[in-house]
């Protein structure tokens, strides 16, 4: 186990109609409120009215930018920006999903900055102040309401890239399971393997001595296992949906399940190559990267692949190699996704060959990714015709 510190200063609001609470909690930090949210759920399932009266009682001010997309652009983050500035924001609240949370955090950070918001995502300049920010969720995947991280798409220049710093952890987070009863199928299949895809970047690390971290990641695999399909057959399971969530804030909460572990993240650095350009789902990007990058890269340490394939898929050693058992455990991932309806490969999108020498060379443009097999640029190239 290596050294490390921990700090994460979200407070988190977790349970049935504590959205009610979004007045007074935003209250404390200012008048004027930018309200940010995407394409207008919000508005037909009534929680953009739940919302409003909240924040109207409470005295405060709201703007608004709405039309926040699935993968936030950077054009939308800079009209953040503006309406922020114009109208002397006090505080952000983000109402939606990881990508509606993700944009907050860019303008929270870009409204104090002098120059280009994407500066941050292109190592140009760090986050040195930022605006407050809250967030009521609406999805549990990312984990983005309580960690340090945004990740921004310059459609124009076909990039997507991340950013973080502790200034831009949301200063509370409201998490409501029942408003995730109406989140559509397929978002919720894409959320839950954003979670396992968040849990994996973590778990499978060369570091030693690691027992507790290591059943840390695997009893999240294990709850959005047993939980998710139950949410798909009855969207307002309320048990499902709330232990979900939690799983969501838990696997990426600022890394506190693998504390003293090397992380990876080379398939969140693949697929963000992928969906930058396509523009699919982040989730379901993932769904065809990673079991590609687990065969990769398994044999670095087949014994790690081996524990995951016994204790998560309960799959019986029964005389096998660990080689054999992580395979299996392998195909069993695959197997999981293909079975909640995540796709398999890029042809599920129409995606074929022509990109993948632009997607491999920008995925390594600031040098290898992953800890677990470092990749370059031929490396990365494989896994993606493997995707195909």
Request: hydrophobic share 40%; proline share 4%; glycine share 10%.
């Amino acid at each position: 186990m290596n050294s490390f510190q921990f700090h994460n200063p979200t407070r988190i609001v977790f349970g049935s109609g504590e959205v009610d609470k979004v007045g007074e909690l935003t209250a404390g930090f200012g008048r004027n409120v930018l309200l940010v949210y995407g394409g207008g759920s919000i508005k037909s399932t009534g929680l953009y009215d739940r919302v409003m009266n909240k924040l109207q009682a409470a005295g405060l001010v709201v703007h608004e930018l709405s039309g926040i997309e699935p993968n936030p652009r950077l054009s939308t983050v800079k009209k953040g920006i503006e309406i922020a500035r114009i109208n002397s924001v006090d505080f952000i609240l983000a109402v939606g999903g990881g990508s509606v949370i993700d944009a907050s955090k860019a303008i929270a950070a870009g409204v104090p900055y002098k120059g280009d918001v994407w500066d941050f995502f292109t190592n140009k300049a760090r986050i040195a102040e930022a605006l407050p920010l809250g967030t009521v969720l609406t999805l549990a995947a990312t984990g983005s309401e309580m960690n340090g991280n945004t990740v921004i798409s310059n459609w124009e220049e076909k990039l997507k890239r991340g950013s973080g710093s502790p200034l831009v952890y949301p200063k509370f987070s409201i998490l409501d399971p029942t408003l995730t009863y109406t989140v559509p199928a397929n978002q919720t299949v894409y959320g839950s393997v954003d979670i396992m895809s968040h849990v994996f970047e973590q778990y499978f690390s060369l570091t030693p001595n690691t027992p507790l971290q290591e059943r840390f990641c695997e009893s999240i695999l294990l709850t959005v296992i047993e939980n998710v399909e139950a949410a798909l057959a009855d969207p307002e399971n309320a048990a499902a949906r709330a232990n979900l969530m939690w799983c969501g804030t838990m696997a990426l909460n600022g890394g506190q399940i693998s504390l003293g572990m090397a992380n990876d993240w080379a398939s969140h650095g693949i697929e963000h190559e992928i969906s930058a350009i396509y523009d699919i789902p982040h989730g379901a990007g993932l769904a065809i990267v990673f079991p590609n990058w687990m065969r990769y890269v398994y044999r670095e340490r087949p014994d790690r692949f081996a524990q995951f394939a016994e204790r998560v898929w309960q799959i019986p050693r029964n005389g096998r190699s660990d080689e054999e058992l992580a395979e299996a455990g392998i195909a069993a991932t695959r197997a999981f996704f293909s079975r909640i309806g995540a796709p398999a490969s890029l042809a599920d999108y129409d995606i074929k060959d022509d990109q993948l020498d632009r997607m491999a060379s920008e995925a390594v443009r600031y040098g290898t990714i992953g800890s677990f097999k470092k990749l370059g640029e031929e490396d990365v190239r494989a896994i993606l015709e493997a995707c195909l």
